[in-house]
């Protein structure tokens, strides 16, 4: 039976891992509506797969915060085509540990991607957040 100080100790360490914690929050807009789509560190960037948006759009974020060397938080945005999602735009940003920015629309700033054929528009952006939040 474990005694009092392991139990201290292990939930001290769960709130520490707790409090560190992070996530990507993408706040995304098509056809007037706005939605969140949030992404914890992945363990494998091919594992993640997209949303649909919409009947054309495809998004997808992937937040990869190890390897340092490979840390980044990406984001790709497709096109439904009857041959199959096309990439029509990709943005990458550097992870940076606890990255608040004081800014209205995060720390990727408000992206605006457009479908060629059918003239759809997809708006976001992104912030960084602690899971507490």
């Not at 392991?6 to 520490?16: N, P, Q, T």
């Not at 949030?38 to 649909?52: F, L, R, V």
């Not at 990255?99 to 952006?125: C, I, K, M």
């Amino acid at each position: 039976m474990p005694s009092r100080t392991d139990l201290a100790v292990a939930l001290l360490l769960a709130s520490i891992s707790t409090v560190n914690a992070e996530q990507v929050v993408c706040h995304y807009t098509y056809g007037g509506e706005t939605q969140v789509l949030a992404a914890q560190p992945a363990k494998s960037p091919y594992a993640e797969k997209g949303i649909k948006v919409g009947s054309y759009f495809q998004f997808r974020l992937v937040f990869q915060n190890e390897p340092a060397n490979m840390a980044a938080i990406k984001i790709y945005t497709y096109v439904d085509r009857d041959e199959g999602p096309t990439l029509i735009h990709q943005a990458n940003f550097p992870y940076l540990p606890q990255r608040h920015v004081a800014n209205p629309y995060g720390f990727t700033g408000l992206h605006f991607v457009y479908e060629p054929v059918r003239d759809s528009e997809l708006q976001y952006w992104c912030e960084m957040k602690s899971t507490n939040e």
